[in-house]
């Protein structure tokens, strides 16, 4: 089985500052590892996604990862965040096989400051 | 590709009523999962499907929830007697599995149920 763990629940940051978004996973096989925006009363969009190759993976709207096996991290990053950044980020994790379902974290809402 | 749709978006019903939500996958996608989401709580697996067949289901489903894809196309999920315990935002995402590799998961915008 596998799990993710997003200690922040929630992280105010001013605009124009960067952020970090922390994810930890916990899994005996291979996994790949995903981050999703929520945006409120709407469904999921991806962010990025890591499935091999680089460990650094950029995404859209500036937002990059970088997945660490040896501390089971993907942490998210972006280096200069806007007003319509806040949201709620989700981090998940899901196997090559079997029924490949997402196994999410609880969430990180961010919360942009003017 | 119009992407992933649900419909109702949201739906109020009484405790004991029953409800139906139906997802639209995208059109070549042959895979469709339903999760549910309460609040302050990251998607929780409910069920999945490869076509029209169902292959797993979650131990959260419990016997009042049936889920059906008929024609490996759009599918529905019921939830008989509903409990106010229902509440919550019922997702869909659909992938398309091709070579023995599965894509994205591409969610739809979701169904919000409260049971009052």
């Known amino acids: 089985a596998q799990s993710v763990t997003q200690l922040d629940s929630q992280v105010p940051v001013f605009e124009e500052a960067p952020v970090e978004l922390r994810c930890n996973y916990s899994s005996s096989v291979s996994v790949y590892l995903f981050w999703y925006v929520q945006y409120p009363n709407q469904g999921l969009q991806l962010l990025l996604k890591y499935l091999s190759g680089s460990t650094l993976v950029k995404g859209i709207n500036g937002f990059e990862a970088e997945f660490n096996k040896s501390q089971t991290s993907f942490h998210l990053r972006k280096p200069s965040v806007h007003i319509s950044d806040t949201a709620e980020y989700f981090c998940?994790?899901?196997?090559?096989?079997?029924?490949?379902?997402?196994?999410f974290g609880t969430g990180t809402r961010l919360t942009i400051i003017p | 590709d119009t992407g992933v749709s649900q419909d109702p978006r949201h739906k109020i019903t009484k405790r004991g009523q029953n409800v139906t939500f139906r997802c639209d996958p995208i059109?070549?996608?042959?895979?469709l999962y339903w999760y549910r989401q309460t609040l302050g709580q990251g998607p929780e697996f409910l069920t999945y499907f490869q076509n029209e067949a169902q292959l797993e289901k979650s131990r959260l489903l419990s016997d009042r929830f049936s889920a059906e894809r008929p024609k490996g196309s759009f599918s529905t999920l019921e939830i008989q007697r509903t409990e106010q315990g229902d509440s919550a935002m019922y997702l869909c995402a659909s992938s398309l599995r091709r070579d023995r590799v599965t894509d994205t998961q591409y969610f739809g915008p979701g169904t919000r149920l409260t049971v009052l």
């Open positions: 059109s070549e996608h042959n895979r």
């Open positions: 998940a994790v899901r196997t090559n096989f079997g029924n490949e379902k997402l196994t």
